[in-house]
C-alpha cells in the first residue's frame, strides 16, 4: 500500500518570503501522478498543483512550483512570494496509475500560516 | 463553487443515532470518492463508487455503508454513532475517464456527536 508522509505538521512564513513544503512517499508503483491540495479555513479541498511521475521536468504554476526527485520518492511545494491567502492546511497526495479504483492517498498535512 | 454539492453542510447528532450524508457530483463525473478527515487528521479515503458500483473500499466501518443511485448522487450511512465519527466528511467525483487530474471536493459535512 502507498504511504505519504509529510513531516512538518506546522509551518511559518513571513509575506512575500519563500517557504518549501516537505512530502515523501513510498511506493512499488513505477507510473503515478502526485498532487498537492490546499484546504483553507473555508475547508475546501482546493488542487494547488500535478506532477506526472514520467516527466522529468517539475511543474509549476504561478507562484507555485514542485521539487520532484523520483529516485528519493520526493515531491515538496515551494511556494514563491508568500501572500496572507497563501494560509491553509496544504496536503500531499499519491495516486497510482489509474486502473479503475485508485484513491487519491493523503499524508496529514502541514499547516501554513502567512504572517504580516 | 466546485460543482460537487454536499448536503447537510454541518449535523448534530447524540451517540447511538443514525445519519445520513448527501452528495451530487459535478455534472457529467461518474465516480464519487467519501473521504472521513478527523481533527488534525489527514483524509481517509472511505469507500469509491463508479456509476453506481463500488469501486474500491478502504477503512471504512462496519456501521458505514454508502450508495450511488441511477442519477449518480450518492448518500454515506453512518449509524449506531460514536464520539469519534464526529469529523470532516467530504464527498469529491471525477470524470469518466482517468482521474489523473485530480478529483473536485465537495465544501464538506461537518458532523459532530455529542
Known amino acids: 500500500a502507498q504511504t505519504v508522509t509529510q513531516s512538518q505538521p506546522e509551518m511559518s512564513v513571513q509575506e512575500a518570503e519563500t517557504v518549501t513544503l516537505s512530502c515523501t512517499y513510498d511506493t512499488s508503483e513505477n507510473n503515478y501522478y502526485l498532487f498537492w491540495y490546499k484546504q483553507p479555513p473555508s475547508r475546501q479541498m482546493i488542487l494547488v498543483i500535478r506532477q506526472e511521475a514520467y516527466k522529468q521536468q517539475n511543474a509549476t504554476e504561478n507562484r507555485f512550483s514542485v521539487n520532484f526527485q523520483k529516485a528519493a520518492k520526493s515531491f515538496s511545494l515551494k511556494i514563491s512570494d508568500s501572500q496572507l491567502g497563501d494560509t491553509a492546511m496544504y496536503f500531499c497526495a499519491f495516486m497510482k496509475q489509474y486502473s479503475g479504483n485508485t484513491p487519491l492517498v493523503f499524508g496529514k498535512g502541514t499547516r501554513l500560516s502567512v504572517i504580516a | 463553487d466546485s460543482g460537487v454539492t454536499q448536503t447537510p453542510k454541518h449535523l448534530i447528532t447524540a451517540t447511538g443515532q443514525r445519519v445520513t450524508l448527501r452528495c451530487s457530483p459535478r455534472s457529467g463525473d461518474l465516480s464519487v470518492y467519501w473521504y472521513q478527515q478527523s481533527l488534525d487528521q489527514g483524509l481517509q479515503f472511505l469507500i469509491q463508487?463508479?456509476?453506481?458500483?463500488?469501486?474500491a473500499k478502504g477503512n471504512i466501518l462496519e456501521r458505514f455503508s454508502a450508495q450511488q443511485f441511477p442519477d449518480l448522487h450518492s448518500e454515506l450511512n453512518l449509524s449506531s454513532l460514536e464520539l469519534g465519527d464526529s469529523a470532516l466528511y467530504f464527498c469529491?467525483?471525477?470524470?469518466?475517464?482517468?482521474?489523473?487530474?485530480?478529483?473536485?471536493f465537495g465544501s464538506g459535512t461537518r458532523l459532530t456527536v455529542v
Open positions: 463508487y463508479y456509476n453506481g458500483e463500488e469501486r
Open positions: 469529491a467525483s471525477s470524470g469518466q475517464g482517468a482521474p489523473t487530474f485530480g478529483y473536485t
